[in-house]
């Protein structure tokens, strides 16, 4: 199974993007996904999390700016980014916890995106 997060690019303050964390592979579900981000010289930050039944959670840094989202039928995440600032900018990464068509369950991590918010 790979989680492969797309959508991350160069964007002037109070635009958007729109992130996408997709898995592929022997899935049976999909349960709880997490959006992390870390900035250069800063710890991991949980930026916004969706459980299988979509009910989310969010850091206070992003409340009300970002909305994470899901399309089970495509095992597909998203994290709409709306009116981005600057300390918005980082790498982020997209885990989950999967379970497989074997019945078995792990956390998997996908590869970061680079989000670049400029002033």
């Known amino acids: 199974v790979q989680l492969q997060a797309s959508g991350g690019g160069l964007v002037q303050a109070g635009g958007s993007l729109r992130l996408s964390c997709a898995a592929s592979g022997s899935i049976f579900s999909i349960n709880y996904v997490n959006w992390y981000r870390q900035a250069p010289g800063k710890e991991r930050e949980l930026v916004a999390a969706i459980s299988s039944g979509g009910r989310t959670n969010y850091a206070d840094s992003v409340k009300g700016r970002f909305t994470i989202s899901r399309d089970n039928a495509k095992n597909t995440v998203y994290l709409q980014m709306n009116s981005l600032k600057p300390e918005d900018t980082a790498v982020y990464r997209c885990?989950?916890?999967?379970?497989?068509?074997?019945?078995?369950?792990?956390?998997?991590w996908g590869l970061g995106t680079q989000v670049t918010v400029s002033s």
């Open positions: 885990n989950a916890d999967v379970t497989f068509t074997s019945r078995s369950s792990s956390t998997v």
